[in-house]
């Protein structure tokens, strides 16, 4: 079994940043990528980035510029910096692993990011 733990959301302000955090445990071995996305009531969830374990990355190209994923494969964790944040941007952000462990995919419960305006 796995985990996921997304924490850093809250309420910010237009034009202010916030770095999301996701740390994953359980009984895996390896980490194969990470995923952020989010969603807002009555819409598909959407991908926000991506890193695979070699570090290589993919952005939503609206977002690419304001938004970076890092991780730490050391720590199991992956960070989601997010800068000029706009009101558009609220939505619950939700973290996402491919692990090495059935059923491979796993999700975390979501941080709730509001921007005021």
């Known amino acids: 079994q796995a985990q996921l733990m997304e924490s850093g959301g809250g309420l910010v302000q237009a034009g202010e940043s916030l770095t999301l955090s996701c740390v994953a445990s359980g009984n895996f071995n390896r980490i194969n990528e990470f995923e952020w996305h989010r969603q807002v009531p009555g819409a598909f969830r959407e991908l926000v980035a991506r890193?695979?374990?070699?570090?290589?990355?993919d952005y939503d190209e609206s977002l690419k510029g304001r938004f970076t994923i890092s991780s730490d494969n050391a720590k199991n964790t992956v960070y989601l910096q997010m800068t000029n944040l706009k009101p558009e941007d609220t939505a619950v952000y939700y973290c996402n692993a491919d692990l090495d462990i059935f059923p491979f995919d796993f999700w975390g419960q979501g941080t709730q990011v509001t921007v005021a305006s």
């Open positions: 890193i695979y374990r070699n570090g290589r990355t």
